[in-house]
C-alpha cells in the first residue's frame, strides 16, 4: 500500500513537472509575439500621445494613455493573461483621491490607469523611466505625474509635494507605492511612510483608497523573458479612508493591514 501510494504521489509529481516544463516552452513563442505587438502599440500611441497633447490639450493626451492601457492589457491576453479588477464601493468623483497599492510589477500599472481613468490616475515614479521608453516616458513627462530621484530624498519630496497640491487643487488621483520598490515573490516588502504621509499632508481634502495587487509578479516570474501563460491578475479596491478623518499614523496603519492582508497568494 505505502509503495502504491509513493508511486501515485512520484508519478504525479513528474506529470506536474513535465506540464509545467511544457508551458514554459510553450511561452517562448507567444512571448515573442506579445513583445512585437507590445513595442508596435507603445510605438504607435507614442506619437498619438503627441498629437493629444499638443493638438488637443489635457484630455486628447489622456484619451490616447488610456486607449494605449486598453491595448496593452489586449497584448497580455495573448499569453492567456486574465484581469480581474474589482471595485467594491462607489468611488466619489470630482475629489482628490490617494490610490495606495502594494507594487508586484509593471502590469500592475495599465489595469489602474484604464480602470480608475475617471479617476485621472497620476504615478509617482523613478527618474530613470522619464527617457529612452517610447509612451511610458512622454506620459511620465507630460501628463502630470513626477520623476524623483531615490538618492536625493529632498528632491523626492519636493515633487510628492508638488503632486499632493495639484492634485488637491485639480481634484486628480496620485498612486503611491509604499513599498518602494516591485514585491518580485508577491510577498510585500515593509511600507516606507514618508511619501504616504507627504501626500497626506498636501491633500487635506482627499480620501484614501486602498489597492490590492495579486499574481501581477508571475508575469515576470522568469524576468523579462519568457513571460508565463495563463496568469490572473486580481486587483480589488477597498473601502476609503477620508484624510480627514483619521491621524496620518491611523490612516497608513489601517491601509496597510487592508492591503497586505487582502494579497492573494495562489
Not at 35 to 64: A, E, P
Not at 132 to 153: A, E, F
Not at 180 to 203: A, C, F, H, N, V
Amino acid at each position: 500500500m505505502v509503495e502504491k501510494l509513493f508511486y501515485l504521489y512520484h508519478h504525479n509529481h513528474i506529470l506536474h513537472l513535465d506540464l509545467k516544463q511544457f508551458l514554459k516552452i510553450l511561452s517562448y513563442p507567444f512571448s515573442v509575439v506579445f513583445y512585437l505587438c507590445f513595442g508596435l502599440s507603445i510605438v504607435i500611441f507614442h506619437g498619438l500621445q503627441w498629437v493629444g497633447f499638443n493638438v488637443f490639450g489635457y484630455k486628447g493626451h489622456k484619451m490616447m494613455v488610456e486607449g494605449l492601457q486598453w491595448f496593452l492589457m489586449r497584448c497580455l491576453n495573448i499569453l492567456g493573461t486574465r484581469h480581474s479588477f474589482t471595485i467594491t464601493e462607489k468611488i466619489p468623483e470630482n475629489v482628490p483621491l490617494i490610490i495606495v497599492s502594494n507594487h508586484q510589477s509593471m502590469w500592475d500599472i495599465p489595469p489602474i490607469i484604464w480602470y480608475l481613468r475617471k479617476y485621472h490616475p497620476k504615478f509617482i515614479s523613478k527618474k530613470e523611466l522619464g527617457k529612452g521608453i517610447p509612451s511610458i516616458s512622454y506620459n511620465l513627462r507630460h501628463g502630470g505625474s513626477v520623476l524623483i530621484d531615490r538618492k536625493d530624498p529632498l528632491q523626492a519630496t519636493q515633487q510628492i509635494v508638488k503632486i499632493g497640491q495639484y492634485a488637491q487643487k485639480y481634484n486628480r488621483s496620485v498612486v503611491i507605492y509604499p513599498e518602494g520598490t516591485r514585491s518580485r515573490d508577491g510577498y510585500p516588502k515593509p511600507w516606507k511612510k514618508r511619501g504616504l504621509q507627504t501626500l497626506i499632508k498636501e491633500m487635506p481634502d482627499a480620501y484614501l483608497l486602498p489597492v490590492t495587487v495579486s499574481n501581477s509578479w508571475k508575469l515576470q516570474r522568469y524576468g523579462a523573458f519568457p513571460i508565463p501563460l495563463g496568469t490572473h491578475l486580481k486587483i480589488i479596491t477597498h473601502p476609503l479612508l477620508k484624510v480627514s478623518d483619521y491621524t496620518q499614523d491611523e490612516l497608513i496603519t489601517m491601509a496597510e493591514k487592508t492591503v497586505v492582508n487582502s494579497i492573494v497568494h495562489d
